[in-house]
């Protein structure tokens, strides 16, 4: 199993940063995808940025130019840095892993989340 524990939401005015962390734990066999989602009061899980372990990246129209996902493979920990923040960015955000146990069996895992408010 993987856990994932969040860090780094908080509040922030527009046009502020914020970096959010990510870090996996537990036993598996490696850690593919991992990802970061968000989620507003009332709306629906959407995806903000993903990267695979080989570096590709892949990022909401909403966010891109702002936000910068990246990880650290040895640390097995995922980033997210957030630019020119803006209160639509306001939500909930959670950090998702696609891993391999030892048997090589696909599973997904969530963080708790952590709550990223933006407003002056």
């Known amino acids: 199993q993987v856990q994932l524990v969040e860090s780094g939401g908080g509040l922030v005015q527009p046009g502020g940063s914020l970096r959010l962390s990510c870090a996996a734990s537990?036993?598996?066999?490696?850690?593919?995808?991992m990802g970061w989602y968000r989620q507003a009061p009332g709306q629906q899980r959407d995806l903000v940025a993903t990267?695979?372990?080989?570096?590709?990246?892949n990022y909401a129209d909403s966010v891109k130019g702002r936000f910068t996902i990246s990880r650290d493979n040895a640390k097995n920990t995922v980033y997210l840095l957030m630019n020119g923040l803006k209160p639509e960015d306001t939500a909930v955000y959670y950090c998702?892993?696609?891993?391999?146990?030892?048997?090589?069996?696909?599973?997904?895992?969530w963080g708790q989340g952590t709550q990223v408010t933006v407003s002056s």
């Open positions: 990267i695979t372990s080989r570096g590709t990246t």
């Open positions: 537990g036993s598996f066999f490696s850690i593919n995808a």
């Open positions: 998702n892993a696609n891993w391999e146990n030892r048997l090589r069996f696909s599973r997904g895992s």
